[in-house]
């Protein structure tokens, strides 16, 4: 009998662009199921009336509702990146970063260490996408870390450019980093799939900068550093 692993080895590389439309439409497809649930959910709402089976409808909905934003998210990873480009100072732009991170990852906030040494300057960025893309560099830091290590989250300008470092110690190391990003779908980690590291430099390129991670060996360090321009420091504002 033959081997079936055979025939997916040997077959053709898929074009990205046709991988990106199968999984944007068959997460529109499982988003539609999951409201068809929802709402039929939400009628039995209205008819259980008390007790024990409102509460169990009530839990049903979050849990789809979980389910769609995670759909959601993985679609999005595909979509096509358009800033809404707008100025704003990054040190206002850091000290909301810092809040966002430390919200989220509330129980390992200690374990992070900023170092921000910027002024006045202004960036031309899209907020939520830039904060999404160091979000989500942090969120990588902590995931594979090795054991409680601490990580440290960077700043600077230097040579008209803003800098963003996120590092993380590292006992080995870390080799082809200059491919990271740009292989979707290389991890089957559940909720990654290997799209985060992909839709960080996807982000990072529509906003003009480089994202290049490195290997520290003196300090055993895998620092990854995004770099972006910068204006001179902000004008008052009227």
Sequence with gaps: MSDPSQSFESAPDVPLPRLVNFVRQVSHDVRN???AIDLQAAYLLEIAGQGEMR???VKLRRIVSHVT???QELASRFGEVRPALMEY???EFLQGLKEGVEREFEKQAKRIIWEVK???EEMTMDYALLTGALTELARNAIYFREGDQAIRL???IADGNAIFEVSQGRSQPVTGAGEWGRAPLASSRRGGYGLGLFHVRRIVDALGGTLEPVYDAGSRELKVRMSLPVKGPAQPRA
Excluded: K, T
Aim: proline share 6%; no cysteine.
């Design 154 to 156: 960077s700043a600077w």
């Design 33 to 35: 199921g999951l409201n």
């Design 55 to 57: 509460e169990e409808l």
């Design 69 to 71: 934003g995670e759909m």
């Design 118 to 120: 910027v002024g006045a």
């Design 89 to 91: 100072p990054v040190a």
